[in-house]
């Protein structure tokens, strides 16, 4: 391993409020082969994974009993590579899980191209009764309407109709839209302390003793994220010890294929918010939460007092962390995204594509990035509650990971061969109640601390609403 710091890392460890003392406690090996592109996926990957891990190790050292040092991190492209890839590495009993649906991918229109999404079943149908066609209708028959409109046309169309659709932008374009302004004027992520009416004391964490380091361990963590940032995040603070219970709406549809991949170490649970029992249900675990990570729409949980403003009276002392696609500002900030919508929209894929034809990066890295950043911020704030209170308001959006990317990271270098590239050494494989999984292995990685899960996913919504106590680590240590 190497100690010379990426320039990421450094701006993802200031956009954080770390000490930059402790980025010397960082080392970077492993081959450079991974995550090929035009724009700097890799650095990206390899410092949000190194920021995570540090915001880790800081926390592990306030906990060790009678203090210590903050341990050494390590951090492997290889590891992160697979990591970034984990979804496409997944097998249950030797079968890959499907990614995308047939109506999710880019569209020739009449000025250039559109990508949608439509992998859950209620965006196909809202999708497809905003270009007027039955639900029956294949992708032959969507091509041939939507080479006959506009793209923004058919942004604005889908949008109205509660679907999934962005017009192809260049960077440029992004630049001078609007919403694309606003993200610019934004930092990176926001972390900043929240008070209701009565100060919060400084929350001294119970000392930790043995073998692995689990700097979350004993904390309580309600999950409402769904598909792969605001899992990322929670599958990592589940890694490193936290208590992590997954809540999902039973109306609403979500992939057990997705949950193999993001719900390592975590419990899931059914809970509807509307019924009077199951908000009941809810407000009794999160009187007893630590922390709360969202990552719905703006405006889709203000009904039910998920606001900031609210959270710091009824839950004093929470770590509230928020995860949107774009923003909480501008004229898209109630609109729903996915990464692979934000890299069109963003200029991303005008980047990465050819001049015929739109493309996209090597990984869903915006996703997976913003995920290990959101886990890297939640550690950063218990690691400032221990020192001085308070409440905690974490705030970060795929666009302006995007951004980043596009804007604040050094170019992709060419200089020197790529190193060979196996992932086969970062994965690893299980029993689950679905079978028999291959994994990838957690990337973050520091001395002492935990090399693997304590426990496979569930089935989702299989387990009971209440808070539990967590294991042990798995695997052995770092």
Known sequence: MTHVQSSGTEQAWAALGGDPTLLGRIGFGGPTG?????????????????????????LAAR????????????????????AFLSERHLRIDGRAPTTFAPLSRFWRTADGWVRTHANYPHHRARLLTALGLPDDTGVDT?????????????????????????????PEEWAAHEQGAAIAARPLLTLERTEGPEPVTPR??????????????????????????????????????????????????????????????????????????????????????????????????????????????????????????WGRYGPWHERRGFDSLVQVATGVATLEGSAGAPGA??????DHGTGYLLAAGVLRALSEQHDDGGSRLLRLALGQTAHW??????????????????????LGATDSAMGRLRYALP????????????????LLGADSPVWGVTAA????TR
Request: net charge negative.
């Open 204 to 325: 001294r964490l119970s000392p930790r003793s043995g073998s692995p380091l689990l700097p979350a361990a004993g904390l309580r963590v309600l999950d409402l994220t769904r598909v792969l940032a605001g899992p990322v995040a929670t599958r990592t603070l589940a890694l490193l010890g936290a208590d992590v219970l997954r809540i999902d709406a039973p109306q609403l549809p979500e992939s057990q294929d997705a949950h193999n991949d993001t719900g390592f170490g975590k419990r899931s649970v059914s809970l509807d918010l509307h019924d009077r029992a199951g908000r009941a249900t809810f407000e009794e675990l999160l009187a007893d939460a630590d922390v709360l990570v969202t990552g719905y729409r703006p405006g889709a949980l203000e009904a039910y007092g998920l606001t900031p403003e609210a959270l710091a009276v009824r839950r004093p002392g929470l770590v509230l962390a928020q995860v949107s696609a």
């Open 443 to 458: 990337p973050v990685s520091f001395a002492g601390g935990p090399a693997d899960w304590s426990r496979p996913p569930g």
């Open 63 to 82: 906990r060790v009993r009678g203090g210590g040092p903050v341990p050494q991190v390590r951090v492997d492209d290889g590891a992160v590579g697979t």
């Open 473 to 476: 680590a798995t695997g052995g």
């Open 405 to 426: 990317l596009c804007n604040g990271l050094p170019e992709q270098s060419a200089d020197g061969a790529a190193e060979a590239y196996d992932p086969e050494k970062h």
């Open 142 to 170: 969507v091509a041939a309407v939507l080479a006959e409109r506009r793209s923004v046309e058919i942004e604005e169309t889908v949008y109205a109709a509660g679907g999934l659709a962005v017009a192809l932008r260049t």
């Open 361 to 366: 990066l090597p990984a869903q890295a915006l």
């Open 34 to 58: 991974a995550l090929p592109a035009r724009l700097p996926v890799l650095e990206l990957a390899r410092s949000t994974v190194a920021v995570c891990s540090l915001a880790a190790a800081e």
